[in-house]
């Protein structure tokens, strides 16, 4: 089940300003900051390059589905066109690569990272999250959910191809690539560094998770 990062996170929000989610699409386009539509953000911000018309569209219906469920929405919205409007002003799709991005410093409140850094090499993923942190404003958060080496799909036989350690090819997609990380050391090396919050620290059979605080 996907986790709403909202309500995991409510608690220890302190600032509502910019919230980015970098790498929007996925399996579920815009999903993490659709759980942030009632909050008191003053922008909500997806930024992915493969952000096309058919997760836009996904994207809106998954809003339509919470204003269902938060009992929201009503028929005049819906008829008279209102609805997307709301979803085009509320949410801000940003079309490009977020190494491109200019994240600023001391400019957000909230970045979430859900499963995108395993596609890059260790480096890189600690450059990230560098970046990331330097633009937090004080007290701001940052939400990282990365793959690790005992993924069961990841590291499937039939599907991957090992080609390093911790390094996995898919077999049809051969530009597709996933660098899993090993999550002791990985958040070792973060701790020393950042202000890793106890109480978010989690992992499952497939992912890390954890929240670091400026």
């Given at each position: 089940?996907?986790?709403?990062?909202?309500?995991?996170?409510k608690?220890e929000?302190?600032?509502?300003?910019?919230?980015?989610?970098?790498g929007?699409a996925?399996?579920y386009?815009?999903y993490?900051?659709v759980d942030?539509?009632n909050?008191?953000?003053?922008?909500?911000?997806?930024?992915?390059?493969?952000f096309?018309?058919?997760?836009?569209?996904?994207?809106?219906?998954?809003?339509?589905?919470?204003?269902?469920?938060?009992?929201?929405?009503?028929?005049?919205?819906?008829?008279?066109?209102?609805?997307?409007?709301?979803?085009?002003?509320?949410?801000?799709?940003?079309?490009?690569?977020f190494f491109?991005?200019?994240?600023?410093?001391?400019?957000?409140?909230?970045?979430?990272?859900?499963?995108?850094?395993?596609?890059?090499?260790?480096?890189?993923?600690?450059?990230q999250?560098k970046?990331?942190?330097?633009?937090?404003q004080?007290?701001?958060?940052?939400?990282?959910?990365?793959?690790?080496?005992?993924?069961?799909?990841?590291?499937?036989?039939t599907?991957?191809?090992?080609?390093?350690?911790?390094i996995?090819q898919?077999?049809?997609?051969?530009?597709?690539?996933?660098?899993?990380i090993?999550?002791?050391?990985?958040?070792?090396?973060?701790?020393?560094?950042?202000?890793?919050?106890?109480?978010?620290?989690?992992?499952?059979?497939?992912?890390?998770?954890?929240?670091?605080?400026?």
């Amino acid at each position: 089940m996907r986790p709403n990062i909202y309500e995991l996170l409510k608690s220890e929000l302190k600032v509502f300003d910019v919230l980015i989610d970098v790498g929007c699409a996925g399996d579920y386009p815009l999903y993490d900051l659709v759980d942030f539509d009632n909050s008191c953000f003053k922008k909500l911000i997806g930024i992915d390059i493969k952000f096309e018309k058919e997760q836009e569209q996904k994207s809106f219906d998954h809003y339509v589905s919470s204003k269902k469920r938060n009992k929201t929405l009503n028929i005049e919205d819906w008829t008279s066109g209102k609805l997307r409007d709301d979803f085009n002003r509320r949410f801000q799709i940003v079309k490009e690569s977020f190494f491109d991005y200019d994240f600023g410093v001391n400019r957000n409140s909230l970045i979430i990272c859900n499963k995108v850094l395993h596609f890059y090499d260790n480096p890189t993923k600690f450059e990230q999250i560098k970046r990331f942190h330097i633009s937090l404003q004080e007290h701001g958060l940052l939400f990282l959910k990365i793959n690790h080496y005992l993924h069961p799909v990841d590291t499937d036989p039939t599907k991957m191809r090992k080609k390093a350690e911790n390094i996995y090819q898919s077999i049809d997609f051969p530009d597709y690539e996933k660098y899993l990380i090993r999550p002791l050391e990985f958040t070792k090396t973060l701790m020393e560094q950042y202000n890793v919050l106890k109480q978010y620290l989690s992992g499952d059979n497939k992912a890390l998770t954890l929240v670091i605080k400026k």
